[in-house]
């Protein structure tokens, strides 16, 4: 079983040795930092290696249960190549993902130190991008929280009878300045939504948010989103539909991933953290549920998923 106690010990302690391997290899420039800064980095270094440390030994106690099937050498062997496997990608992706960001507060604050607080043409303009970038770090912490909480299989879900309507009413409002910005309809069946589902409401309210900030993300001037649901004996299904700019299909299979993303630069300009689905996709799961994607190319994209209905006919 997994020692979380030891977890946490040993993510403090290979903290502590990567902020000494910036002491050292940054010298000057790490000391420049404000408090502010410097805990956002500590905070940043001591998530991810508490992530990156869990999903180590989750891995290595996964390939352990499977120990009747092959030798204990081979089983290590299994779950190491495994481990050292997800440590590259994960690390790749949360550095890349973080280290714009932070460069850019930097370079912007530095900026600011260097005389052009006291240039009131200047010193707004870039105090709005340190703020903006602060916005994104927010963003990318909170994401990662939330499916290292996922991913930890110790989700705790508040199943409570609800009304599917209001909740789809009450998402659609939040993205409407957004919507009206691109030009894009939101359209909401509320006759196929009104009734009671048996789910965790808060938990069922992200994902319909991610679903449809990632419409509106890649969604067409002009165009739409639509919300409606297909309701049988025991579920319904409910369906998030663009005509927006569609999906290669050979990109379909991935867009659940950690980190992955159709069009990474459109996607960081938009302020995507490229979690978002895979979000989606555990919420859906730890209700025993499914999710589905279709999509063509310039013609748009349709995810479906599945809830339990409290009193479907």
């Not at 998530?47 to 030994?57: A, K």
């Not at 890349?96 to 707004?124: M, R, S």
């Not at 912490?141 to 009304?163: C, G, P, R, Y």
Request: glycine letters at 6%.
């Amino acid at each position: 079983m997994i020692n979380y106690f030891q977890i946490i010990i040993a993510s403090i302690m290979s903290t502590i040795i990567i902020v000494g391997l910036l002491m050292l290899f940054l010298g000057s420039v790490f000391f420049t930092l404000s408090a502010t800064d410097l805990l956002i980095v500590l905070f940043i270094i001591l998530l991810v290696n508490t992530i990156f440390i869990w999903s180590y030994n989750k891995i290595i106690f996964k390939h352990g249960v499977s120990k009747n099937l092959i030798s204990k050498q081979d089983q290590e062997l299994i779950a190491l190549k495994a481990a050292e496997k997800y440590r590259r990608e994960f690390f790749g992706n949360v550095s890349h993902e973080l280290k714009t960001p932070i460069f850019n507060i930097q370079g912007y604050v530095e900026t600011l130190a260097d005389g052009a607080l006291y240039d009131d043409n200047v010193n707004k303009k870039y105090l709005k991008r340190t703020s903006k970038s602060v916005d994104r770090l927010i963003y990318i912490i909170k994401d990662l929280e939330s499916i290292a909480q996922l991913e930890s299989e110790e989700l705790h879900l508040e199943l409570t009878e609800w009304n599917l309507k209001n909740l789809i009413s009450e998402i659609i409002e939040q993205f409407e300045i957004k919507a009206k910005k691109k030009k894009i309809q939101l359209l909401h069946d509320e006759r196929s939504t009104d009734f009671l589902v048996y789910a965790d409401k808060g938990k069922m309210g992200q994902v319909l948010s991610n679903l449809i900030s990632n419409s509106l993300k890649y969604g067409k001037h002009g165009g739409y989103i639509k919300v409606r649901c297909h309701q049988s004996k025991e579920q319904c299904l409910v369906s998030v539909k663009d005509n927006g700019i569609g999906i290669a299909e050979k990109n379909i299979n991935r867009l659940f991933e950690r980190f992955y993303r159709v069009d990474k630069s459109r996607s960081r300009d938009q302020g995507g953290t490229g979690l978002g689905l895979a979000i989606v996709k555990h919420i859906i799961e730890a209700h025993n549920q499914s999710i589905n994607v279709k999509s063509k190319i310039q013609k748009g994209t349709e995810f479906v998923f599945s809830i339990n209905c409290y009193n479907c006919k």
